[in-house]
């Protein structure tokens, strides 16, 4: 297109210096061509833009994320005159289009149409627009292009994909469960008393405590206890979708992930976020997954949902202080972190805290606890490597 506006200003100058030096009708006549060209050839490409159309379609607006969508576009010319240059620019930042070249060319003569059928793929969980976000159309002479947006885009709604694991590599489940505790410990009873010295901190019944203003403990039965909680973080530190997108996927995939999995080994999970308010929700069943699954497909992620505001609210959860283990799912390490973290080591907690962020500052360094296992997880990580 370079050549071609050189190559058109060079003739243009010499005609208006034909009519300067030399002139007669040849040379005017050399003039006022070389002068209408481009108002014609940019008149050309503003009656495209307003005659040409796409037809794009997907089947649904819910998918799942990077599940394949069946999409097909359309590029029709109406017109009795031919299109020289169309090409298609596709959204590329959260979804992919299978097969098909972004910026790829399309010549259209009268009364043709051209279709794709193809496949588009949506990476994160979220509703965001894919499919053509814009066309560059171009003149027969390649000396003006237009680039405008699709008025039309598709809008879709993904949700989180779900992964089966048989076995999770970043834990020992069993050393995890059996961690520092006796053989035969109990589920203690609703019954409560003065807290004595020396009584286990994880006999603490916190809302005896905090109605009565004292330390209150419970007495013991004899049931086994199992219970392991997953806390997840719906705080929103990024603004652009680009940063923010990949992180609240992933942390909900890995949420899935651990409540799937323990499903599947029988174990119980109670399941906390925060959304007006902390929200719990008991996972033991497929049935109580799906429903698990439902929820977090609608939860949302803000900048006031702090974890400062999510630890607060799980101090007086006994079912988490009171459990073998703990898994926390952040989107960054902080002082409120920490001081949970210690809280349900003090209690006798395991606790795994999995970090999910797109920079290393993020991470804590230097840090150790008795009980407690930080991994670090990247958003563009293969879960099944990491996980």
Known sequence: MIRNRILFISLWILSLVGISFYGGPITYGFFIMMTMIPVLSFGYLLAVRMRFS????????????????PYYFTLQNEDRFAFASVRVFFYADFSTVLDLRDGEEYELLPGDEITRDTTLICRYRGTYKVGIKSVMLTDFLRLFRIRYNNPEPLEVTINPQVYHFTELKSFNLSRILSREYPAGRTVLDPTVR??????????????????????????????????????????????????????????????????????????PVRAYHR????????????????????????????????????????????????????????????ASAEDFVRLLNANGVSVVVYIVSLTASDFPEGLSFPRTELIPIAPDAKLEEVL
């Open 54 to 69: 796409i037809y794009q379609r997907l089947e649904g607006k819910t998918f799942v994320s990077n599940n394949a969508i």
């Open 194 to 267: 003065d807290y004595a010295p020396g009584d286990d901190r994880r006999r603490i019944h916190w809302k005896a405590t905090a109605r009565t203003g004292k330390l209150m403990s419970r007495l013991e039965t004899g049931e086994e206890q199992q219970n392991i909680s997953i806390i997840l973080s719906t705080c929103r530190y990024n603004r652009k979708p680009a940063d923010y997108l990949p992180v609240e996927n992933r942390m909900l995939e890995i949420a899935l992930a651990l409540s799937r999995f323990f499903v599947s080994e029988s174990i």
């Open 275 to 334: 959304e007006e308010a902390l929200a719990e929700t008991s996972v033991g069943s497929n049935a109580s997954f799906a429903e698990y699954y439902e929820i977090l497909s609608k939860t949302f992620f803000f900048p006031n949902q702090t974890d400062s505001r999510l630890f607060e609210s799980l101090r007086g959860a006994e079912a988490v202080l009171t459990g073998r283990a703990a898994f926390l799912i952040l989107g960054k390490w902080n």
